[in-house]
């Protein structure tokens, strides 16, 4: 680790991406600011704690010190300012580049010459050359001699007791010689995770979109295999150990929907990318219509199993369990569970939902409420709570039919309790 000289940093975003890389900043020596637009998770970080759960965060943030402002004025003479603004897509799955833009902007208006500018926010190629250098050129910079840019893109996995900010592997581009060096070193006093080095900033894009597009790409073709064994009673969880055995596969899962704001989101960057340039990416819009298909598939097998009960949808009192994307956080981006729910409101279900990590949008506010007035169960999100429910609790409470939408219960012992059981390929 080299020393920052108390050096200044700007944190632009004070989300799952900013939040933490502003706290691990403030540890390791630097004079840190944070800066947002959202005046009430300012307000709690300025209290020691985070505004979204995050075990880490919940340990770090009472012993670490840092400002927190929406005010421009607060954020000039820094020495380096990372961007971590989000960067959805629109309803056409078109990215939204506006965020990025607008800190840039802000950026450049409030920096002295020779800070360095880091871009951590999840962008297609060509987004730093095409958006983020023309205006700080706009604003009087000379790129490579008054202002340094760089790419880093971000790759913060929520709730993971294992990687975080101090020790993730990254990857980072620049637009010139310097400027890699500059940040390298600050990457090097803040993680102990190799630092890969690109030829340029384009190929530190692209980098982030195809780790995530290899990922969308293996959970479509397990759902893909998992909804076609389902149809020739295979076991795809059996499938995929036995085929774990062999030393070169990779084992991917099947699942009722992909969320979160990376996998769900950043093949269409490339999609888009790719129709600018008079190319079509086949394998990536298959792709999608896969793993978007799901929450679609889980809900049709919700219909089919209870006519098996002889019950319909409608009228039925169905409870959801889970509405975050990912087990044991709170983190609602992209996440299946609210495509479900609206589609099993829309046909005309009594429903009921529940999440201990996301209270504000659950019906319930206990699991045994829940189980106890539920005829019928989905599980959306593999959390710890509803993987530990005891057969004996569904058969209690007179549930008759479980989809299991992540493939985390006792299939033998729910069908043996006389419970109709579906999982996702099993």
Not at 179 to 191: A, C, P, S
Not at 217 to 238: G, L, P, R, Y
Not at 267 to 277: L, S
Request: with cysteine; aromatic share 8%; charged share 25%.
């Amino acid at each position: 680790m080299t020393q920052t000289n108390k050096q200044k940093v700007c944190v632009i975003g004070m989300g799952y991406v900013g939040l933490p890389l502003a706290a691990v900043c403030a540890k390791d020596g630097y004079d840190v600011t944070g800066y947002d637009l959202d005046k009430g998770k300012l307000d709690i970080i300025a209290q020691g704690k985070s505004p979204f759960y995050e075990e880490f965060l919940d340990d770090l943030l009472p012993n670490v010190k840092f400002k927190v402002t929406n005010d421009p004025e607060d954020i000039k003479h820094n020495d380096i300012y990372v961007i971590c603004v989000p960067t959805p897509v629109d309803e056409k799955h078109n990215p939204i580049i506006k965020y990025v833009a607008d800190a840039s902007f802000t950026v450049s208006k409030n920096m002295d010459k020779g800070a360095l500018v880091i871009l951590e926010s999840t962008v297609n190629p060509g987004v730093s050359e095409q958006v983020v250098k023309p205006i700080f050129e706009r604003a009087g910079f000379t790129i490579g001699k008054d202002v340094f840019i760089s790419h880093c893109p971000e790759r913060v996995d929520p709730g993971n007791k294992k990687w975080n900010v101090t020790n993730l592997p990254r990857v980072v581009g620049s637009f010139d010689a310097e400027g890699l060096k500059r940040t390298v070193e600050f990457y090097k006093n803040i993680t102990s995770g190799e630092i890969a080095e690109m030829d340029n900033i384009r190929e530190a894009e692209a980098t982030k979109i195809l780790e995530n597009s290899f990922r969308d790409i293996n959970i479509a073709f397990v759902n893909e295999m998992a909804m076609s064994f389902a149809k020739i009673d295979i076991d795809i969880t059996n499938v995929i150990r036995g085929a774990s055995s062999k030393f070169s596969f990779m084992p991917h899962y099947p699942g009722c929907g992909v969320g979160g704001h990376c996998i769900p989101v950043d093949p269409y960057y490339m999609i888009e990318k790719g129709k600018e340039n008079d190319f079509e990416h086949k394998f990536l819009s298959a792709a999608r219509k896969i793993n978007d298909g799901m929450a679609d598939y889980t809900v049709e097998m919700l219909q089919d199993k209870l006519n098996d009960v002889s019950k319909a949808v409608k009228g039925t009192k169905i409870g959801v369990l889970g509405i975050s994307y990912k087990a044991n956080i709170g983190d609602l981006r992209e996440s299946p569970s609210l495509r479900i729910i609206d589609k099993i409101k829309k046909m005309g279900a009594d429903l009921l939902t529940f999440d201990p990590y996301v209270p504000q949008l659950s019906t319930e506010k206990t699991l045994a409420e829940i189980l106890k007035k539920s005829e019928a169960l989905v599980i959306v999100t593999n959390h710890n709570e509803f993987k530990d429910i005891p057969v004996e609790d569904f058969v209690k409470n007179g549930i008759k039919v479980i989809i299991d939408g992540r493939n985390c219960l006792d299939k033998k012992a729910i069908r043996a309790a006389g419970i109709v059981y579906a999982g996702i390929g099993r």
